[in-house]
Antibody, heavy 126, light 106 residues
């Protein structure tokens, strides 16, 4: 069974940093693009970032570009999201998800998010 | 690509048929997915590429549409179907979601 498990959430001050991790099991991470999706309390879903299977290409929402960095460790089957210059509006539950069935966003091949992790809560507050 | 979902909420009874619509701001072919989310849980894939039922999802869920207009239909609504539903386009980057439709018990 394919599973994802996020960790690293918690409380951060505005301007601070946090690093989220997503550990995959049941499939080889290096075959797929991976994404982070967040959900502010009581709000809808917002795609944040994605990374290609090789890790050579990454993609970001305008709301986090220049502040967040996605990376992956295919040896340890883990994806990370380094969040710097955090803002109060970054407060959300962060989910990682597999971009099935694609390796990269280039090429125009469609994809869907499955599976999802259980999420990790990030709270940015002074 | 903006995704407009309607209604934002609806009330229905067990056994009812409900329809949720999703409109894209440009043509996205059939690159449209649907997710169900229950309170405190991660979203769960229901339908991919507009009309393909994810493994394990009951056939009372049906997706249709292409271009800019899509629908999710739930026939014979069951108690476990009361949740929030999101559409999501996978035609362009950034990937974008609709704002969600909350299906509540009447």
């Amino acid at each position: 069974e394919e599973q994802l498990l996020e960790s690293g959430g918690g409380l951060a001050r505005p301007g601070g940093s946090l690093r989220l991790s997503c550990a995959a099991s049941g499939f080889s991470l290096d075959r797929y693009a991976m994404s982070w999706v967040r959900q502010a309390p009581g709000k809808g879903l917002e795609w944040v970032s994605a990374i290609s299977g090789s890790g050579t290409r990454s993609y970001y929402a305008d709301s986090v570009k220049g502040r967040f960095t996605i990376s992956r460790d295919n040896v340890n089957n883990t994806v990370h999201l380094q969040m710097d210059s955090l803002r109060i509006e970054d407060t959300a539950t962060y989910y990682c998800a597999k971009d099935h069935p694609i390796y990269d966003y280039v090429g125009g091949i469609t994809s869907w998010f499955d599976p999802w992790g259980q999420g990790t809560l990030v709270t940015v507050s002074s | 690509i903006q995704m407009t979902q309607s209604p934002s909420s609806l009330s229905a009874s067990v056994g009812d048929t409900v329809t949720i619509t999703c409109r894209a701001s440009q043509s996205i072919s059939t690159y449209l997915n649907w997710y169900q989310q229950k309170p405190g849980k991660a979203p769960n894939l229901l339908i991919y590429v507009a009309s393909n039922l994810q493994s394990g999802v009951p056939p009372r869920f049906r997706g249709s549409g292409s271009g800019t207009d899509f629908t999710l239909t739930i026939t014979s609504l069951q108690p476990e179907d009361f949740a929030t539903y999101y559409c999501q386009q996978s035609y362009g980057v950034p990937r974008t979601f609709g704002r969600g439709t909350k299906v509540e018990i009447k």
